[in-house]
């Protein structure tokens, strides 16, 4: 099992924590079965127990070298008496990965209150540099990062197309099934050389410190 991992900016309101722990199971299960949640991913089980939960954190502990999935919680002072969210805010991650290619697939699962805050853009941007970094640099070394959403999550694809400048490869015809209908769902993937040097990281940095220094200023005001 890899060393633990904390993941956070000098000035952030967030910090990633790998390997994910028994206690934050619940809030997870929270989450997860959140129908605001499960709008853009009908393949996963709103009926779902939180024993399932404990089993999925318990099984992808096994795999560490396919699955990293880091718990997204508060730094002071943003906590959740001055935020009015909850302390753990969701999950972000890498799935699939391919240490020997150098490719991975990444998703996140926000809570829905934390939404349109720069919460997910800051949890992207750490797991993502993380991803790119070099093994030498503390990171996982990654070429290619991919993300696979809902063809009708609009609000997912902007974010990856303006924020991040990932790049859309395709569609996956009918791929998810919704109830008793099948949708489409995309995929967006974007390169090391596009992180460092086409700007990405530089973007995505400027746009997470814009949204704290907002959220700083807003307390300050209060």
Not at 33 to 52: C, G, K, M
Not at 113 to 131: N, Q
Not at 139 to 158: D, E, Q, S, V, Y
Request: with cysteine.
């Amino acid at each position: 099992m890899p060393d633990p991992i904390r993941l956070s900016l000098p000035n952030g309101r967030i910090e990633l924590s790998w390997p994910p722990t028994l206690e934050d199971d619940p809030d997870v299960h929270k989450i997860y079965t959140d129908t605001r949640v499960l709008q853009y991913l009908p393949f996963w089980d709103p009926n779902a127990s939180l024993e399932s939960v404990i089993q999925r954190r318990t099984t992808r502990l096994t795999e560490p070298n396919q699955f990293r999935d880091f718990r997204i919680h508060h730094l002071p002072p943003h906590t959740p008496e001055s935020t009015g969210l909850p302390n753990l805010l969701g999950t972000v991650g890498f799935i699939f990965m391919s240490l020997e290619n150098q490719a991975t697939e990444a998703g996140i699962i926000i809570h829905p209150e934390a939404h349109r805050a720069g919460y997910a853009s800051e949890a992207l941007y750490l797991c993502l540099k993380h991803g790119f970094d070099s093994k030498e640099n503390g990171g996982l070394g990654f070429n290619r990062i991919m993300f696979t959403t809902a063809a009708m999550n609009k609000a997912m694809r902007g974010w990856l197309e303006k924020a991040l400048g990932a790049k859309h490869e395709g569609t996956l015809r009918e791929a998810w099934k919704s109830g008793d209908e099948f949708i489409d769902a995309v995929q967006y993937s974007i390169l090391a050389r596009e992180w460092f040097d086409g700007g990405s990281e530089q973007r995505l940095r400027q746009k997470v410190e814009e949204a704290v220094t907002k959220a700083s200023s807003k307390a300050s005001a209060s």
